[in-house]
């Protein structure tokens, strides 16, 4: 899988809607991707911050194209539960988003995702997510 | 405060990202908000199933619209944290998302969301919640 | 499946450290399990609240008894996730653990469980899971 | 801080019940504790594995050593939030816990926490959480 490949199936196998985060395939490689996440008036609450459902959001999208990366083919899964932490505001920046598989088993996948200011680098948002895969 | 207001606040503190899912507030009471997400081609992926990031978005919205009827007004606040469990596929219905603040102390506030099919009831999404109030 | 049942497989399928819990099988019905934690010195933090870790064990354990009872048998299986917020302290009082088994397909379980005190109850803990059967 | 002081805190700070674990402080740093939980037979399921109650109260408790160390006092706080995935099976072998703080705020504090085989370095368990420093 190359970033092309990745960012072509953002196209084709999300919701409209999650497509309108217009997230930016950067890197992958065995279990990780990454990902951008544009600053967008769209996104903003009061105040200029990214809102928490857009983190999510990516967080969720990223680690799905981790796990295609990583098993190599658009296998069907369903997410079984993502877990985040806000841990401050992102604001005035975009996000990037790294998810990385911990685990693929048969049945079950495990992974991590991080959100961080692209201008300072600080970490902003952490998930945790179980993957079944069918 | 009644449905109106907290229709009204959908539209005033919300990105327009988050306004696009289309919420309808139907009830509240002391500490419950119901909402409905409309059925909609650009929250479906293939297969014409509800994304998940729409459903987590989704909770985390009518959870803050509980916390602010539950506390009177419209109180800064921040999600800590947000958990979801994607108990099965929501298809070719409406959702029915059920906030409850389960506790509301000085500086945290917790609650949990439940989410089921309009037509036949089945909770397909379970979240548990996290907020900071400022 | 009944409470003489289920508190024998307390002795039989947890290990030592959890059987110190002393944990009661108080009822059962066909996806609750309801359990009594008594109230013990070995369990409490300095200021006489019982610890964080003690909920949780006791969260997970009476989950298990739950998905045992509404599988009618002791099938093997693991916990994939499990979340647990803590509302308020429990101090000066037995907790009671309601497990309730809230979707059980063919692979995966999901379920919530709630701590309240005996004498007050007042919820303190809040647990959801995930469990993988084998 | 050092590992000694950590290690006379372990005594001192928590219940007997989570003594029992005999957590052997290993390392510390400004944002990090490692700890090691020793295999003992007290802890095992039938067929030799750690049961995960034991690792997600030594996760708990290795995390909030790292924040004592961080703080570099025994400031009064009480878990908020303590999410654990369960990778696989832990067995035969001594756990390896390692916990980092990720941001330490005014109120809130955010840490990880990953428990690997001692043997074999492979991660069994990951946690995230939320602490509130009172």
Chains 1, 2, 3, 4 share one sequence.
Not at 7 to 23: D, K, S, T
Not at 80 to 102: C, H, M, W
Request: hydrophobic residues 45%; charged residues 15%.
């Amino acid at each position: 899988m190359d970033t092309q490949t990745l960012q072509a199936a953002l196209g084709e196998y999300f919701a409209p809607w999650v497509q309108a985060l217009a997230l930016e395939v950067m890197a992958c490689d065995g279990d990780r991707v990454i990902v951008r996440l544009p600053q967008q008036a769209q996104l903003a609450r009061v105040g200029g911050m990214v809102c928490g459902q857009a983190m999510m959001a990516a967080a969720d999208t990223c680690m799905v194209l981790a796990l295609v990366n990583h098993l190599g083919s658009f296998r069907p899964m369903t997410t079984v539960q993502l877990n985040t932490s806000f841990l401050k505001p992102l604001s005035g920046q975009d996000g990037i988003i790294e998810s990385r598989v911990l685990r693929a088993g048969k049945s079950l996948a495990f992974g991590e995702i991080d959100i961080r200011g692209a201008n300072d680098g600080k970490s902003v948002c952490r998930s945790s997510t179980t993957y079944a895969l069918l």
